[in-house]
Each structure stands twice: as structure tokens, then as C-alpha cells.
């Protein structure tokens, strides 16, 4: 299956700082990615729709001026929280769509810690 | 709207028993379905899938699922559970069309007695 990579696997940052995820397709190209939050031991919630060239579409209740996202290429999509604070801990998935098989691949997750 | 049950939060089994995780989907059509497993601190791993055809999907692992319409189910079973089973596992319904999102549920634990 395709590979979808994340970068990095683990982050701790300082509470009011920003911290960037990156979310990359190797292999294929994705017009479509998605974010998705996991808390512990819970399912994955998603937060968003990534779309190439256009503005990303969030679920309700996900703040869009917190959580930016940007998909400047098709094979690119990237996670920032601004402003980060403890409530932001958790582990974050991207996957990226691939219009051929229909399918979502999932890169491996970004443990983000703030203190 | 889509949603996604999965009844039992946690399924303990002893190895080699047999096994079976629930899943029950809304949705206005026919969906495109998914069972996922995630080791802890781990990403997702697709198990098997569904789109058309064949209502009995086998998928890797020793897994398979069997999509029933009149039930709105998409149950996963395996015959003779291994140790290294030992997971969370996530069914997904997937649109078929629009934006292709995915909603999931919320997950069974699997736990397996040696």
C-alpha cells in the first residue's frame, strides 16, 4: 500500500509556543488529506479536511485560528498549533486520500506533549 | 448522518479461541468499509475493506468480515486467535462520494489470555 510519513513522531514544546506537523504522500499524490486527534485510549476524531490550493474545511468545534493547516503541494500537508497548551497533548494522524483506490493511508502519528 | 457503533469497549480471549468485534454503520447508501488495528503508540494498520461485491471480505492477518446490508453490520472475525492479536481495533465507514471522509468508531480493546 501507499506510504504516508509524519514528521516528527514526537514533540514536547513549552506551553504558548507553535509547533508544526508535517504530513507527506511518498508515493502518491494526494489532493486530499485529513487530520485526525486521538486522546488516549479513545477513537480518532476528525479535525479536518486538507485540500490542495484551497482552504481546509474543519469539523465543528475545531478551531480553525488554533489548529492551521496548509496543503501547498500534493504531496504535502502540515499541523500547526499555535499557541500551544497543556489541553493540546495528544496524538495526532494525518492520513492522505488517493483518488485511484478511494482510499485513506495513514501516516504513523504525532505524539505531541506541551508542558 | 454517518455513524459508527462498535458495542463492546473491551473483548478478552484466550489464544486460539475464535473472535468476533462488532461493528454497526448509518448511512444513507451503501459505504465503503474498514477494520483498522493500532498497536499502542502506533498508527493504523488496514485489515480489509469493503466497497462492492463479495459481502465476505478476507483481509490480512487471518481476518475476515462479512458486510450485511439488512443488519447495517460489518462484523470481524477471526477463527483461532493469536497472542500477538492483542490491539485496538477501529471500524470505519467511509462516503462514497464529496469530501471521503472517514468517521470511526469508537473501538473494541482486545486483550488475549496466553
Known amino acids: 500500500g501507499a506510504v504516508v510519513s509524519q514528521h516528527p513522531s514526537r514533540v514536547i514544546c513549552k506551553s504558548g509556543t507553535s509547533v508544526k506537523i508535517e504530513c507527506r504522500s511518498l508515493?502518491?499524490?494526494?489532493?486530499?488529506m485529513f487530520w485526525y486527534r486521538q486522546f488516549p485510549k479513545q477513537s480518532l476524531m476528525l479535525m479536518a479536511t486538507s485540500n490542495e490550493g484551497s482552504k481546509a474545511t474543519y469539523e465543528q468545534g475545531v478551531e480553525k485560528d488554533k489548529f492551521l493547516i496548509n496543503h501547498a503541494s500534493l504531496t504535502l500537508s502540515t499541523l500547526t498549533v499555535t499557541s500551544a497548551h497543556p489541553e493540546d497533548s495528544s496524538f495526532y494522524i494525518c492520513?492522505?486520500?488517493?483518488?485511484?483506490?478511494?482510499?485513506?493511508?495513514f501516516g504513523p502519528g504525532t505524539r505531541l506533549t506541551v508542558t | 448522518a454517518q455513524s459508527v457503533t462498535q458495542p463492546d469497549i473491551h473483548i478478552t480471549v484466550s489464544e486460539g479461541a475464535s473472535l468476533e468485534l462488532r461493528c454497526n454503520y448509518s448511512y444513507g447508501a451503501t459505504p465503503y468499509l474498514f477494520w483498522y488495528v493500532q498497536s499502542p503508540g502506533q498508527g493504523l494498520q488496514l485489515l480489509l475493506k469493503?466497497?462492492?461485491?463479495?459481502?465476505l471480505v478476507q483481509g490480512i492477518k487471518g481476518f475476515e468480515a462479512e458486510f450485511k446490508r439488512s443488519q447495517s453490520s460489518f462484523n470481524l472475525r477471526k477463527p483461532s486467535v493469536h497472542w500477538s492479536d492483542a490491539a485496538e481495533y477501529f471500524c470505519a465507514v467511509g462516503a462514497t462520494s464529496g469530501t471521503y471522509k472517514y468517521i470511526f468508531g469508537t473501538g473494541t480493546r482486545l486483550k488475549v489470555l496466553a
Open positions: 508515493d502518491f499524490q494526494a489532493t486530499t
Open positions: 469493503y466497497f462492492s461485491g463479495d459481502t
Open positions: 492520513s492522505a486520500h488517493d483518488r485511484d483506490t478511494y482510499e485513506q493511508y
